[in-house]
């Protein structure tokens, strides 16, 4: 049309060169135009593919394959290496059960608003529900023991702050699954930035003969916390525990002692091989020095939370941020609870099998293992530089 228009308007019918070249000049606009339209529908396309790649990785995230099924967004693999291996490309990750509910809100902000993740959104804050980045590493500190003596609580509360990271169940990779290696052993770990702290608590470490040789192959530079409680106290509510479970199992003191009227303890029973800490000390000093352990008092963490987890806090390089502002003591459970967090209507207390009533014992029982044990816990308090006072 152009071209009709310019010769029958502008150049007489007889020139036929200016003909050809109003030809040539037009045909060189149109090419031109048809090039830049397909450059720029050609990007187009690509960035809506960039935008729903990174949509589909957010569905993954929130670890529903129905989602991934459903979504015409998705084109990834669904089984669970596909998803493992897109997700760590992001840095997206997930830190507790309860954050599955929170990421799928995030996740439906997000589709109202396509946008590509960027470094600078690459931040990771602390039980505030939101999607969270970083890497999973291997633990820098690790709660090794003892059973009983309460290293729930000193995990519950160390991981309030805002620099610790903590895998909530217990591994046990160093006693009974070391054979998995070290891969699937960080791949429980939560992510971290570089400027935080993993952790995880596994108490039957610090009776493991095996275990300080493999955590010191791991890392030498690995940190360890011991939470200890009076081993008479400490072996009363480990067999209670145990009752709980098995109502049937023989009485504590048939369990305690070889021969009661002689005085001679059963060793070889573990409620009451644990409280020998000296004994499992020795082998933990072969691969770390006393300087990488830190000795938790279980009975201080009771009356005296705050000053407890403020030891820790300086053993693990960490500022003084859990402090007695965020503990209150439950006399009911006759156990110190966390306050109120502001994400919550509810405080937050440990177990119902925490602060558990222990099974009544006879006093002579009592002062026989107490016998027994004060060797052992002077022989303790010499090696750590502490006195628990225990006896």
Known sequence: MAYRFLTSRVVPSSNRLTRRFLFIFTLSLSFTYLCYSLIFCSDTIMQNQSDEQHRCLLFQNVGSKKLLQKSHYCTLPVDGKGIRDATSNVGLTRQG????????KNFAAFLTTPRSISAPDRRLSNNTGTPKFGNKKLPNAIIVGVKKGGTRAVLEFIRIHPDVRAVGTEPHFFDRNYDRGLD??????P??????ITMEKTPSYFVTREAPRRI??????????????????R?????????????????????????RSLGQVDTSWNAIRIGMYMLHLENWLQYFPLSQIHFVSGERLITDPAGELGRVQDFLGLKRIVTDKHFYFNKTKGFPCLKKPESSSLPRCLGKSKGRTHVQIDQEVIE????????????????????????
Request: proline share 5%.
């Open 368 to 391: 026989q293992l107490r016998d027994f044990y004060r060797p052992y816990n002077i022989k303790f308090y010499e090696m750590v530089g502490q006195d628990f006072r225990w006896d």
């Open 184 to 189: 699937w052993y960080r791949s429980l770990m």
């Open 235 to 259: 072996a009363i509510s480990d067999y209670t525990q145990t009752l709980s479970k098995k109502p049937d199992i023989p009485s504590f003191e048939a369990l305690a002692f070889r021969n």
């Open 216 to 233: 010191s192959s791991m890392s030498r530079d690995t940190k360890l916390i011991v939470v200890v409680r009076n081993p008479v106290t």
């Open 97 to 104: 059960t309860s954050l599955a509910h929170n990421q799928s």
């Open 191 to 196: 992510r971290t930035l570089d400027s935080q």
